[in-house]
């Protein structure tokens, strides 16, 4: 058997268009575009990148674009009135200061300055414990875009045995709570876990978000589970750069029911959900109806 | 019976003369730790809670007031009662008793409460930060129930837990707590296919649902630790836990009674939460205006 492999390009190519309509059709029946402002300081060249596509991204699904590019050197006392502004500011639903910080300033505060209702990271304190307790919050944008593949794929979740392997706090843990919250019996394991084997082989549903390359392999996979993979992990083989995830793909995918590749997975899913988070937020900010199947 | 039955009472006991001398240093400081219970309209439901809550505050060096409001009060002068008492610097802690009248969502005077004076550990931040592996004011029954296991002789690490019941306040914040911890934890519920299966392959099983006799010897690894959260009142008005006590007596390596397991623990918590709050309020109010000092 051969898993059926999850098209995360399409996937997403296909939530984009549902955000660009939900937009259009804001626009056209309250006046109303929602806006994202992204925040960069200084000159990580990955950053760059990462920034330019949400930027080019935002702009084809019809919201507003507000960069802010500060140098390295920026002060914290600005930034966090920068941050303070666009708090203030009614064109902007969506608050995006992007990570990693120059080390001279305190990421964990700047997160926490933003405006819970604008976090559309989802990484905010409060939203991380509005997520914990059931309520409704801004969650993250990659293990978001994991459920929503998910619940495509499955249908309904309740009663499926879930394993998430890593305990990050961008993907591990909000994954395993949206998880908890779709009904799934959830197990977190990580790198403390004993027969970590043994417990993925329990898995319905197998989350990889561990950052090692293809430590996952087919036999620790139970044979028609849905493999996501979250790592993206740049290796070198026969002397070429490679991207690969933290599954192994070939092995696992010989086993499974169905599996995101590395790249063209969960990847591309990262900025979609990001463009649905603003959207929520907007419709949330103005007491519309959130956008159905884009959130939660 | 082969399982050594834990002594919440002495757990307790134990905490708050820890809790109590930090209390003791406190008020030499000028920071005499105080909590505030607020409860709305009928009051017998939480009267038993209050007055006990009331007795162990007097025991751990915490001073307690009790207020009540009557059933007619709206949600909005509710939180402006609660604003009131975060800017009020003579109170640390604000407890929201249970249960409140139908108009009033807990949760709404629950995010009301400062973080800083969240006792109870409610508060979507305080509940966050658990989730961020950064314990500070946590919620009382899932930090006692962990605190508990932390006094048998286990390892925490690479402890296979299984925590069965998912709510808010009990199940979840005992699943972070514990992975903070570096257990491998699985979460089961209602919608759970097999908990049999989950917890028969766990070396500590947490239980915190509701329903008498839900967890039986033949669910639990011989020698594992059983955490019973559960308080149910039978038809012939004793008290159980969750577990069928027995039968999970004769199989599992530890126990915790019920009366005299969690609970008392609870309470300490929250006064040892007391204490906390109130140095974090002191800390913060030297930090801001007496810096030069």
Redesign the interface.
């Known amino acids: 058997m051969t898993a059926r492999v999850i098209d995360g390009k399409a996937f997403a190519a296909n939530v984009r268009a549902q955000v660009a309509a939900h937009v259009a059709r804001l626009k056209e029946e309250q006046g109303l575009t929602p806006g994202l402002a992204v925040v960069l300081v200084g000159e990580d060249p990955a950053s760059q990148v990462y920034v330019r596509n949400k930027g080019t991204q935002t702009v084809e699904a019809g919201m507003a674009s507000f960069e802010h590019k500060l140098p390295a050197d920026t002060s914290e006392a600005d930034l966090l009135a920068l941050v303070a502004r666009l708090n203030a500011d009614p064109k902007v639903h969506g608050i995006l200061v992007q990570l990693p910080l120059p080390a001279h300033l305190n990421s964990e505060l700047i997160i926490n300055t933003i405006d819970p209702a604008k976090d559309v990271d989802g990484f905010h304190i409060s939203n991380v414990g509005l997520l914990g307790t059931g309520q409704k919050s801004m969650v993250p944008c990659t293990p978001l875009g994991c459920l929503m593949m998910l619940r495509d794929h499955h249908g309904k979740l309740a009663g499926l045995n879930a394993v998430v392997v890593g305990r990050s706090n961008i993907v591990g843990k909000p994954m395993a709570q949206l998880l908890l919250g779709d009904s799934c019996t959830v197990t977190i394991a990580h790198s403390r876990t004993k027969d970590l084997a043994e417990v993925c082989r329990r898995a319905d549903i197998l989350v990889a978000a561990v950052g090692r390359p293809e430590m996952i392999t087919g036999d620790m996979v139970k044979p028609g589970a849905t493999v996501i993979d979250v790592g993206i992990n740049r290796i070198e083989r026969d002397g070429k750069a490679r991207l690969v995830g933290d599954v192994h793909y070939e092995s696992a995918a010989a086993v499974a029911g169905a599996i995101t590749p590395v790249p063209g997975g969960v990847g591309p899913m990262t900025i979609a959900c990001l463009l649905a988070n603003t959207l929520t937020a907007c419709c949330r900010a103005n007491g519309l109806p959130e956008p159905e199947g884009l959130t939660a | 019976m082969t399982a050594t039955l834990i002594d919440g009472k002495a757990i307790a006991a134990r905490m708050r003369a820890d809790v109590r001398a930090d209390a003791e240093a406190l008020a030499a400081a000028g920071w005499v730790p105080k909590l505030i219970s607020i409860s709305v309209g009928d009051v017998a439901a939480a009267e038993l809670y209050v007055r006990n809550q009331h007795r162990q505050a007097e025991a751990a060096g915490v001073a307690f007031e009790s207020r009540n409001y009557p059933e007619t009060i709206s949600l909005e002068q509710l939180t402006g009662v609660i604003a009131g008492l975060n800017a009020d610097p003579r109170v640390n802690g604000i407890i929201i008793q249970r249960p409140l009248p139908g108009h009033i969502p807990v949760?709404a005077l629950q995010k009301a409460v400062h973080p800083l004076k969240d006792v109870e550990g409610m508060?979507?931040?305080?509940?966050?930060?658990?989730?961020?592996n950064d314990l500070t004011l946590g919620p009382c029954t899932a930090v006692a129930a962990v605190e508990i296991l932390k006094t048998l002789p286990l390892k925490m690490?690479?402890l296979?837990v299984c925590v069965i019941g998912?709510s808010?306040?009990v199940g979840?914040?005992i699943?972070?707590l514990m992975?903070g911890l570096?257990?491998?934890?699985?979460?089961?519920?209602h919608?759970?296919?097999q908990v049999a299966l989950?917890s028969r392959a766990a070396d500590a099983v947490f239980v915190a649902v509701g329903k008498p006799g839900l967890v039986t010897g033949a669910m639990l690894k011989p020698g594992a630790a059983l955490i019973d959260i559960g308080i149910n009142r039978t038809a012939d008005g004793r008290v159980v836990g969750d577990a069928d006590f027995d039968s999970c007596a004769q199989v599992a390596g530890w126990i915790t009674p019920v009366p005299g397991g969690v609970g008392p623990v609870t309470v300490a918590i929250l006064m040892k939460n007391a204490v906390l709050a109130t140095r974090m309020q002191m800390d913060h109010y030297r930090a801001a205006f007496a810096a030069a000092v």
């Open positions: 949760k508060h979507p931040a305080s509940i966050g930060n658990i989730v961020y690490e690479g296979d998912h808010e306040i979840k914040p699943a972070f992975m570096g257990a491998t934890v699985t979460v089961c519920h919608m759970t296919r989950h």
